[in-house]
Structures are given as C-alpha cells and as structure tokens.
C-alpha cells in the first residue's frame, strides 16, 4: 500500500498528471470513440508516445513512472474498444472509482485536505463530471454505431412519444426537490460552513486560495502575466463560449448524440473543459499546498518544502545561457526572438489553411475558420506555456517591464 501511496504522489506531479491526463484524452477518442487499433498508423503514434515517455524517462527519472502508467491505460483502453461503453464497465468503473476515493481516506494526509468543507463540492465533482460525461460520449458511440449500420439516432424515436405534465413530469420534479433539499439540509448540519473570521493583513494563510471556481484562473497566474490570466483569458474564454453558435457550421442541427459527425468540435471543447479547467481548479484544491508548492495526495503538506526553482525569461536564455552574450538594453533587440516567436505562432492559421485545414477554411469560410482559429491558439497557449514551464522553468515568452507587457 505504501509503494502504490507513493506511485500516485509522483503521477501527481503537475507535469506528470497533465501529461498522462492528455494521454489518456487522446487514448480514449482513437481507441474507444473512433475504434482504432494498435496496429494502425494511428496507434503507432501512440505507441511512440509511450516510448518517447521512456527515452525521456532515462534522464528524468518520474517520467519512467508515467511511461509506466500511460502504457497501462494505452493498452488498457485499446483492449476495451467500444466496450467502454457498455455499462457493465461503467460500473465497474464507478465502483472502483468510489472503493478508491473512500478507501483513500483512510490516510490521514488525503483525510485532511478532502474532508476540509471547501473541498467537499470538488470531490464530488470529480464523479459529477466523470459519470455525465460517460454517459454522454456513450450515447454519441451507439448512435454513430447505429447511424453506421443505416439506422436512425436513438433520439428521432421518440420524438412520437408524449408525456403529461401531470402527473410525469411534476412529480419527477418534486422528488428531485424533495431529495435536494434533504442532501442540503444534511449538508448544513453535517460540515461546518467554510466562513472564516475577517481578513486580518499581519496574518495571511498559507497557502492562500481563491474560492475553487476561481482556482483555475489562480493557476493559469502561475504560467501567465497577471493581466493575461486574470482578465484577458478569462475574457476571450466568455468571448469564446459566446461565439460557438456562430462558428459552428454543421448543417444537421442538433438533437442528437454523435461524435464521429462532431469529432473536431467534441474533441476540442473537452480537451479545454476537463483537461484545461477542470483538471487546474483540482490541481488547485488538492494538489496545491503551502508556498503554493505541488504535493501529492497522500503527502503531507510541509510549510518548510522548499523547491529550487530560478524562473527565466526567453531573453535571458537566448543571449545569456545559448548565445553567451551580455542582455542587450534596448528592449526591441532584447525581446526580439520572443516577438517573432509569438508572430510566428499566430500567424499559423493562414499557413495552415493554405494544405493541412484547408477543409476547414473552405467549409467554415475567411471570417469564422480565423476567429475559430484564433480561440483555438490562445485556449492552447496554456499547454504550450506550462510545459516550457516545466522544461525551461520558462517564465516569459515576451518581457517588456519598461512598458508593462509580458507573454
């Protein structure tokens, strides 16, 4: 029990989990929503992931334990196929999922942390998310199987069928009501409400957290400037959310469950949903500790943990560390590789609509496959940044402090 205690601490490291989380993203689309196989040119690419993990392993020594466990969930979910699907599975997986969490609180270290008022919401979460978004992603995989063998979405079935408000629907509600407020009720009386006393300025917690729908946005400060993550991101993110009925083209409508006719579309908001929100407002519950350091979830919180870390600029590695050079004065020399840098990554959307999305420019048209494109770049400026981060211990792309603006 202590090896697997410890097993799950490492794969809890901020780098590890993000990147056997994408893994396993990528593993579930192409092995259990598209039905690809191992021995295709699209499970090679996996495979070398896994082996990529390895080579990288042999130098970085965690990165053996995440080679490890993305070979186990790679070949884990390609036996399965569709049957991930079924709901013996999903059972089984549900059962396990809760055995685990209540099994884990046995350790008095993940007792702590969960069991704390405020943290509450996110464990249950954690299932919320994972039971709806099954049950989703099954219904869009027996539709397409259906609509594959020349049948109908399970949905136009019933489009026939007619219930009465009373007494179908009404007493549905009310037994949701009914059982809503006596878990709330329970709620109140069982945990303590997480109020503390008035903020006192010579006594700051530590760690110091924003309230957990707002830990994401906490996170993505440890990556981005200030006004990047706290207003910008946030903004284009509404903008965003706003502006899919108007890019989306797809000519069916809506009103059923399918992924194979929304893959891109499917693919992209969930990859930003659960991966890019979801997995940082967890990070930032259970995983962040004191001096806002990574622990793992069986591990105490030391206030004391001290991690060497020396955060630098892309200027600094450019002239100082690969060029040998003094920092030059002048801001436009000094932050010119990093200028052209993020050009050039925004400039990518013409470039690839001339041959690799060229369907995508031709079917969304100028106006919506460029403001599509330019979400999709900024939502994925966050992996992008995280891992220099993690790499290069990479601070800013583009640092301008005599005019206030850093990338």
């Not at 997986?93 to 884990?104: A, E, K, Q, T």
């Not at 009103?255 to 940082?280: A, M, P, Q, T």
């Not at 793992?296 to 060029?323: A, H, I, M």
């Amino acid at each position: 029990m202590t090896f697997l205690k410890d097993y799950i601490n490492v794969l809890s490291a901020a780098s590890i989990s993000f990147l056997l989380l994408s893994s396993t993203f990528g593993c579930i689309v192409y092995f259990n929503l598209l039905e690809g196989r191992l021995r295709s040119k699209g499970g090679s690419i996996f495979i070398g992931l896994g082996v990529a993990y390895v080579i990288a392993g042999l130098f970085i020594r965690p990165l053996l334990y995440l080679a490890v466990a993305y070979f186990l969930v790679m070949f884990g979910l390609a036996h399965l196929g569709g049957r991930l699907w079924d709901k013996k599975v999903g059972k089984w997986l549900l059962f396990v999922g809760i055995v685990g969490f209540f099994v884990s609180f046995l350790d008095p270290n993940f007792y702590l942390i969960a069991a704390k008022p405020d943290n509450v919401p996110i464990g249950a979460m954690i299932f919320l998310l994972g039971i709806f978004t099954w049950i989703a992603l099954r219904k869009a995989y027996l539709n397409d199987k259906q609509i594959q063998a020349g049948g109908i979405p399970w949905e136009k079935t019933e489009t026939n069928e007619k219930l009465f408000v009373w007494p179908d629907l009404v007493y549905t509600e009310m037994l949701c009501m009914i059982l809503l407020t006596v878990v709330m009720s329970v709620w109140s009386v069982a945990l303590r409400a997480p109020l503390e006393e008035a903020a006192n300025p010579t006594s700051s917690p530590n760690p110091a957290k924003a309230p957990w729908y707002f830990l994401g946005l906490q996170e993505m400060l440890v990556y981005f400037d200030p006004r990047l993550a706290g207003v910008v991101l946030p903004g284009l993110i509404i903008v965003g959310l706003m502006a899919i009925p108007y890019i989306d083209t797809n000519p069916k409508g809506n009103g059923y469950y399918s992924f194979r006719e929304r893959k891109w579309e499917i693919g992209i908001f969930l990859y930003g949903f659960l991966v890019l929100w979801s997995f940082l407002i967890i990070t930032g519950t259970f995983l962040r500790g004191p001096n806002w350091n990574f622990f793992g979830p069986y591990e105490y919180w030391d206030p004391n943990k001290l991690v060497p870390l020396v955060n630098v600029d892309l200027s600094e590695l450019v002239w100082v560390n690969w060029l040998g050079m003094p920092l030059p004065k002048l801001w436009p020399i000094r932050e010119m590789f990093g200028i052209l840098l993020v050009i050039g990554y925004l400039s990518l959307p013409p470039l690839l609509a001339a041959r690799p999305f060229r369907r995508f420019y031709l079917k969304m048209g100028p106006a919506r496959y460029y403001v599509g494109s330019f979400l999709f770049l900024v939502m994925m400026a966050l992996p992008i940044k995280m891992v220099l981060r993690w790499l290069f211990n990479l601070k800013y792309i583009v640092h301008i402090g005599e005019l206030f603006f850093n990338v």
